[in-house]
Protein backbone atom coordinates (compact mmCIF):
# COMPACT_ATOMS: atom_id res chain seq x y z
CA UNK A 1 0.00 0.00 0.00
CA UNK A 2 2.96 2.20 1.39
CA UNK A 3 4.55 1.61 -2.38
CA UNK A 4 1.00 2.29 -4.36
CA UNK A 5 1.06 6.07 -2.61
CA UNK A 6 4.31 6.98 -2.98
CA UNK A 7 3.86 5.98 -6.66
CA UNK A 8 0.40 8.00 -7.18
CA UNK A 9 2.39 10.66 -5.41
CA UNK A 10 5.71 10.46 -7.96
CA UNK A 11 2.83 10.44 -10.75
CA UNK A 12 1.22 13.19 -9.46
CA UNK A 13 4.35 15.50 -8.81
CA UNK A 14 5.12 14.24 -12.52
CA UNK A 15 2.22 15.51 -14.02
CA UNK A 16 2.14 18.91 -11.93
CA UNK A 17 6.02 19.52 -13.49
CA UNK A 18 4.90 18.86 -16.69
CA UNK A 19 2.32 20.93 -16.57
CA UNK A 20 4.34 23.66 -15.38
CA UNK A 21 6.78 22.72 -17.81
CA UNK A 22 3.94 23.24 -20.89
CA UNK A 23 2.83 26.54 -19.45
CA UNK A 24 6.56 28.01 -19.32
CA UNK A 25 6.82 26.56 -22.85
CA UNK A 26 3.44 28.05 -23.98
CA UNK A 27 4.39 31.17 -22.46
CA UNK A 28 7.98 31.22 -24.53
CA UNK A 29 10.65 34.19 -24.15
CA UNK A 30 11.60 37.16 -25.01
CA UNK A 31 15.72 38.26 -26.08
CA UNK A 32 16.52 41.74 -24.99
CA UNK A 33 20.19 43.66 -26.00
CA UNK A 34 20.46 46.70 -24.02
CA UNK A 35 22.85 49.26 -23.38
CA UNK A 36 21.27 49.98 -20.09
CA UNK A 37 23.03 49.33 -16.48
CA UNK A 38 22.06 45.86 -15.28
CA UNK A 39 20.93 47.15 -12.01
CA UNK A 40 18.20 48.69 -13.61
CA UNK A 41 17.20 46.35 -16.51
CA UNK A 42 17.06 43.08 -14.23
CA UNK A 43 14.23 44.18 -11.68
CA UNK A 44 12.20 45.40 -14.31
CA UNK A 45 12.93 41.48 -16.46
CA UNK A 46 12.26 39.61 -13.48
CA UNK A 47 8.92 41.35 -12.43
CA UNK A 48 7.82 40.63 -15.93
CA UNK A 49 8.91 36.93 -15.92
CA UNK A 50 6.96 36.63 -12.83
CA UNK A 51 3.94 37.95 -13.70
CA UNK A 52 3.90 36.91 -17.30
CA UNK A 53 5.67 33.92 -17.40
CA UNK A 54 8.08 34.88 -20.54
CA UNK A 55 11.36 33.77 -19.72
CA UNK A 56 13.47 37.17 -20.47
CA UNK A 57 16.71 36.39 -21.81
CA UNK A 58 19.23 39.60 -21.67
CA UNK A 59 22.08 40.55 -23.24
CA UNK A 60 24.39 44.01 -22.16
CA UNK A 61 25.89 45.30 -24.75
CA UNK A 62 27.58 48.59 -23.91
CA UNK A 63 29.01 49.83 -27.60
CA UNK A 64 27.88 48.71 -31.16
CA UNK A 65 24.29 47.45 -30.16
CA UNK A 66 23.34 48.83 -33.99
CA UNK A 67 26.00 47.51 -35.52
CA UNK A 68 25.49 43.68 -33.70
CA UNK A 69 21.99 43.62 -34.75
CA UNK A 70 22.57 44.93 -38.47
CA UNK A 71 25.54 41.56 -38.92
CA UNK A 72 23.46 39.62 -36.90
CA UNK A 73 20.67 40.27 -40.13
CA UNK A 74 17.56 38.09 -40.53
CA UNK A 75 19.19 35.56 -38.18
CA UNK A 76 19.30 38.30 -35.14
CA UNK A 77 18.06 36.85 -32.01
CA UNK A 78 16.99 39.90 -30.57
CA UNK A 79 13.33 40.84 -29.78
CA UNK A 80 13.68 44.05 -27.67
CA UNK A 81 16.16 46.74 -28.18
CA UNK A 82 16.42 49.14 -25.03
CA UNK A 83 18.98 51.43 -25.27
CA UNK A 84 19.24 55.51 -23.81
CA UNK A 85 18.96 58.58 -25.71
CA UNK A 86 16.48 59.28 -28.20
CA UNK A 87 19.08 59.79 -30.95
CA UNK A 88 20.32 55.67 -30.78
CA UNK A 89 16.78 55.10 -31.08
CA UNK A 90 16.31 57.44 -34.41
CA UNK A 91 19.47 55.50 -35.50
CA UNK A 92 18.04 51.95 -35.09
CA UNK A 93 14.75 52.89 -36.85
CA UNK A 94 16.84 54.70 -39.59
CA UNK A 95 19.48 51.74 -40.69
CA UNK A 96 15.81 49.72 -40.37
CA UNK A 97 16.58 47.52 -37.85
CA UNK A 98 13.18 47.89 -35.63
CA UNK A 99 9.81 47.19 -36.86
CA UNK A 100 6.33 49.52 -36.61
CA UNK A 101 4.29 48.64 -33.37
CA UNK A 102 0.62 49.22 -33.10
CA UNK A 103 -0.44 49.11 -29.40
CA UNK A 104 -3.43 51.23 -27.75
CA UNK A 105 -1.30 50.31 -24.46
CA UNK A 106 1.43 52.24 -25.65
CA UNK A 107 -0.34 54.93 -27.58
CA UNK A 108 -2.24 55.65 -24.34
CA UNK A 109 0.88 55.76 -21.83
CA UNK A 110 3.65 57.41 -24.00
CA UNK A 111 2.74 60.77 -24.83
CA UNK A 112 2.80 61.47 -28.72
CA UNK A 113 5.86 63.95 -28.20
CA UNK A 114 8.04 60.63 -26.53
CA UNK A 115 7.43 58.38 -29.20
CA UNK A 116 7.82 57.54 -32.52
CA UNK A 117 4.97 58.78 -34.73
CA UNK A 118 4.96 55.22 -37.10
CA UNK A 119 5.72 52.93 -33.61
CA UNK A 120 9.08 52.47 -34.12
CA UNK A 121 10.31 53.63 -30.77
CA UNK A 122 8.87 53.99 -27.61
CA UNK A 123 10.40 56.52 -25.07
CA UNK A 124 9.82 54.76 -21.68
CA UNK A 125 11.56 56.87 -18.66
CA UNK A 126 13.08 60.67 -19.07
CA UNK A 127 15.99 62.52 -17.30
CA UNK A 128 15.53 66.34 -17.55
CA UNK A 129 17.62 69.01 -18.80
CA UNK A 130 18.06 71.32 -15.96
CA UNK A 131 20.35 74.24 -14.42
CA UNK A 132 22.38 73.49 -11.34
CA UNK A 133 22.88 77.01 -9.52
CA UNK A 134 24.97 77.63 -6.40
CA UNK A 135 22.17 78.12 -3.57
CA UNK A 136 24.44 81.16 -2.46
CA UNK A 137 25.40 82.82 -5.39
CA UNK A 138 22.21 82.86 -7.84
CA UNK A 139 19.24 84.36 -6.78
CA UNK A 140 17.56 83.80 -9.73
CA UNK A 141 13.75 81.68 -9.09
CA UNK A 142 13.76 80.84 -12.88
CA UNK A 143 15.69 80.86 -15.43
CA UNK A 144 15.39 80.15 -18.93
CA UNK A 145 18.49 78.05 -21.28
CA UNK A 146 18.81 81.69 -23.28
CA UNK A 147 20.16 82.96 -20.00
CA UNK A 148 22.87 80.83 -19.83
CA UNK A 149 24.01 83.35 -22.22
CA UNK A 150 23.43 86.82 -20.75
CA UNK A 151 26.26 88.39 -20.04
CA UNK A 152 25.98 88.81 -16.30
CA UNK A 153 26.85 85.00 -15.95
CA UNK A 154 30.21 85.75 -17.70
CA UNK A 155 32.86 83.17 -16.36
CA UNK A 156 30.15 81.63 -14.26
CA UNK A 157 29.09 78.19 -16.54
CA UNK A 158 30.28 75.19 -16.19
CA UNK A 159 29.02 72.81 -18.72
CA UNK A 160 30.36 68.91 -20.02
CA UNK A 161 31.62 68.75 -23.56
CA UNK A 162 28.79 70.52 -26.22
CA UNK A 163 29.66 67.34 -28.32
CA UNK A 164 27.94 65.16 -25.73
CA UNK A 165 24.65 63.73 -26.52
CA UNK A 166 23.05 65.50 -23.70
CA UNK A 167 24.00 68.59 -25.28
CA UNK A 168 23.68 68.45 -29.05
CA UNK A 169 19.84 67.52 -28.19
CA UNK A 170 20.01 70.70 -26.32
CA UNK A 171 21.37 72.30 -29.09
CA UNK A 172 18.93 70.75 -31.64
CA UNK A 173 15.93 71.79 -29.85
CA UNK A 174 17.00 75.56 -29.81
CA UNK A 175 17.14 75.07 -33.57
CA UNK A 176 14.37 73.28 -34.16
CA UNK A 177 12.87 76.52 -31.96
CA UNK A 178 14.98 79.89 -33.19
CA UNK A 179 17.18 78.26 -36.38
CA UNK A 180 20.36 78.19 -36.80
CA UNK A 181 21.60 81.63 -36.74
CA UNK A 182 19.84 82.51 -33.59
CA UNK A 183 21.22 79.51 -32.01
CA UNK A 184 24.48 80.07 -33.43
CA UNK A 185 24.79 83.40 -31.60
CA UNK A 186 23.46 82.01 -28.10
CA UNK A 187 25.70 78.91 -28.37
CA UNK A 188 28.87 81.69 -28.53
CA UNK A 189 27.16 83.51 -25.59
CA UNK A 190 27.06 80.64 -23.97
CA UNK A 191 30.74 79.88 -24.38
CA UNK A 192 32.03 83.66 -23.90
CA UNK A 193 30.31 82.51 -20.34
CA UNK A 194 32.03 79.86 -19.49
CA UNK A 195 34.31 79.74 -16.18
CA UNK A 196 36.71 77.04 -17.32
CA UNK A 197 36.68 74.65 -20.86
CA UNK A 198 33.61 72.44 -21.14
CA UNK A 199 34.48 69.41 -20.43
CA UNK A 200 34.15 66.49 -17.65
CA UNK A 201 30.68 65.07 -16.39
CA UNK A 202 27.12 65.97 -15.54
CA UNK A 203 28.15 65.52 -11.78
CA UNK A 204 31.25 67.77 -12.25
CA UNK A 205 29.14 70.90 -12.48
CA UNK A 206 28.28 70.40 -9.12
CA UNK A 207 31.68 69.68 -8.17
CA UNK A 208 32.70 73.12 -9.05
CA UNK A 209 29.43 75.04 -8.09
CA UNK A 210 30.51 73.95 -4.52
CA UNK A 211 34.13 74.89 -5.08
CA UNK A 212 33.71 78.13 -6.08
CA UNK A 213 35.22 77.26 -9.34
CA UNK A 214 31.45 78.50 -11.03
CA UNK A 215 27.80 79.64 -10.41
CA UNK A 216 25.81 77.61 -12.92
CA UNK A 217 25.86 75.17 -15.30
CA UNK A 218 23.53 72.43 -16.66
CA UNK A 219 23.15 69.03 -16.20
CA UNK A 220 20.71 66.12 -16.26
CA UNK A 221 17.93 65.79 -13.39
CA UNK A 222 18.91 62.18 -12.28
CA UNK A 223 22.56 62.69 -11.06
CA UNK A 224 21.19 65.01 -8.71
CA UNK A 225 19.57 61.79 -7.42
CA UNK A 226 21.97 59.82 -7.53
CA UNK A 227 24.30 62.46 -5.73
CA UNK A 228 22.00 63.35 -2.85
CA UNK A 229 21.17 59.72 -2.04
CA UNK A 230 24.34 59.02 -1.26
CA UNK A 231 24.48 56.10 -4.23
CA UNK A 232 27.35 58.71 -5.58
CA UNK A 233 29.37 57.93 -2.38
CA UNK A 234 29.15 60.83 0.96
CA UNK A 235 31.52 63.32 -1.42
CA UNK A 236 28.82 63.73 -3.93
CA UNK A 237 26.32 64.11 -1.10
CA UNK A 238 28.15 67.45 -0.45
CA UNK A 239 28.05 68.45 -4.44
CA UNK A 240 24.19 67.46 -4.42
CA UNK A 241 23.64 69.61 -1.37
CA UNK A 242 25.61 72.66 -2.67
CA UNK A 243 22.98 73.26 -5.78
CA UNK A 244 19.41 74.49 -6.14
CA UNK A 245 17.92 72.85 -9.33
CA UNK A 246 15.77 75.34 -11.43
CA UNK A 247 13.78 73.47 -14.26
CA UNK A 248 13.94 75.93 -16.87
CA UNK A 249 12.50 76.49 -20.38
CA UNK A 250 13.14 77.96 -23.12
CA UNK A 251 11.99 81.82 -23.99
CA UNK A 252 8.69 80.12 -25.31
CA UNK A 253 7.91 79.12 -21.88
CA UNK A 254 6.63 75.79 -22.99
CA UNK A 255 8.51 73.42 -20.91
CA UNK A 256 12.13 71.67 -20.00
CA UNK A 257 13.52 69.57 -22.57
CA UNK A 258 13.92 66.03 -21.54
CA UNK A 259 15.97 63.13 -23.31
CA UNK A 260 14.88 59.56 -22.72
CA UNK A 261 15.88 55.76 -22.84
CA UNK A 262 13.65 53.22 -24.20
CA UNK A 263 12.82 50.13 -26.46
CA UNK A 264 12.01 49.10 -30.14
CA UNK A 265 10.76 45.87 -31.44
CA UNK A 266 13.36 44.88 -33.65
CA UNK A 267 12.79 43.79 -37.20
CA UNK A 268 13.39 40.47 -37.16
CA UNK A 269 12.17 39.55 -33.64
CA UNK A 270 11.14 35.87 -33.51
CA UNK A 271 9.22 36.57 -30.56
CA UNK A 272 7.06 39.54 -31.59
CA UNK A 273 4.28 38.95 -29.33
CA UNK A 274 6.20 38.60 -26.14
CA UNK A 275 8.41 41.57 -27.35
CA UNK A 276 5.14 43.74 -27.55
CA UNK A 277 3.88 42.09 -23.73
CA UNK A 278 7.29 43.50 -22.89
CA UNK A 279 6.75 47.22 -23.88
CA UNK A 280 3.53 47.45 -22.67
CA UNK A 281 4.38 46.14 -19.28
CA UNK A 282 7.69 48.87 -19.31
CA UNK A 283 5.24 51.42 -19.46
CA UNK A 284 2.38 50.17 -17.44
CA UNK A 285 2.17 52.22 -13.67
CA UNK A 286 4.09 49.34 -11.84
CA UNK A 287 7.18 49.26 -14.36
CA UNK A 288 7.20 53.21 -14.05
CA UNK A 289 7.46 52.68 -10.57
CA UNK A 290 10.34 50.83 -10.51
CA UNK A 291 11.88 52.95 -13.04
CA UNK A 292 11.48 56.06 -11.00
CA UNK A 293 12.67 54.63 -7.81
CA UNK A 294 16.01 52.49 -9.63
CA UNK A 295 17.84 55.44 -11.25
CA UNK A 296 15.73 58.80 -10.28
CA UNK A 297 14.29 58.86 -13.61
CA UNK A 298 11.02 60.92 -14.64
CA UNK A 299 8.14 58.12 -15.58
CA UNK A 300 6.66 59.12 -18.64
CA UNK A 301 3.33 57.28 -17.79
CA UNK A 302 1.34 60.58 -16.05
CA UNK A 303 -0.22 59.68 -12.37
CA UNK A 304 3.47 58.22 -11.39
CA UNK A 305 5.58 59.55 -9.11
CA UNK A 306 8.92 60.30 -9.36
CA UNK A 307 11.44 59.39 -6.81
CA UNK A 308 10.86 62.09 -3.59
CA UNK A 309 14.35 62.92 -3.95
CA UNK A 310 13.40 64.02 -7.85
CA UNK A 311 9.72 65.22 -6.93
CA UNK A 312 11.42 67.88 -4.40
CA UNK A 313 12.72 69.80 -7.90
CA UNK A 314 9.31 70.88 -8.41
CA UNK A 315 6.63 69.58 -10.59
CA UNK A 316 8.41 69.24 -14.63
CA UNK A 317 6.48 70.53 -17.62
CA UNK A 318 7.86 68.94 -20.26
CA UNK A 319 8.23 70.74 -24.01
CA UNK A 320 6.28 69.85 -26.15
CA UNK A 321 8.39 69.52 -29.26
CA UNK A 322 8.53 66.24 -30.54
CA UNK A 323 11.45 64.88 -30.14
CA UNK A 324 11.55 63.39 -33.64
CA UNK A 325 11.78 67.24 -34.89
CA UNK A 326 14.41 67.62 -32.04
CA UNK A 327 16.57 64.88 -33.94
CA UNK A 328 16.47 66.09 -37.31
CA UNK A 329 18.73 69.29 -36.03
CA UNK A 330 21.13 66.93 -34.13
CA UNK A 331 23.69 66.87 -36.92
CA UNK A 332 23.78 70.89 -37.56
CA UNK A 333 24.02 70.80 -33.60
CA UNK A 334 26.73 69.12 -33.77
CA UNK A 335 28.26 71.45 -36.15
CA UNK A 336 27.32 74.21 -34.60
CA UNK A 337 29.39 73.14 -31.55
CA UNK A 338 32.86 73.21 -33.99
CA UNK A 339 31.89 76.43 -35.48
CA UNK A 340 31.90 78.38 -32.41
CA UNK A 341 34.80 76.22 -30.91
CA UNK A 342 32.83 75.51 -27.89
CA UNK A 343 34.68 72.86 -26.71
CA UNK A 344 38.35 74.83 -27.52
Not at 9 to 16: H, I, S
Not at 202 to 213: E, F, Q, S
Amino acid sequence: MLSLTRLIQGAAAAALLATTTLAASAAGEVNVYTTREPGLIQPLLETFSKETGIKANVIFVKEGLAERVATEGANSPADVLSVVDFGNLIELSDRGLTQPIQSAVLEEAIPANLRDPNGQWFGLSMRARVIYASKDRVKDETLTYEDLADPRFKGKVCIRSGQHPYNTSLIAAVIAKDGAEATKTWLTGVKDNLARKAGGGDRDVARDILANLCDIGIANSYYVGLMRSGKGGPEQVEWGNAIRVILPTFKDKAGTHVNVSGAAVAKNAPNKENAVKLLEFLASQEAQEIYAKANFEYPVRAGVAPDPIIAELGTLTVDPLPLTDVAKQRKQASELVDVVGFDG
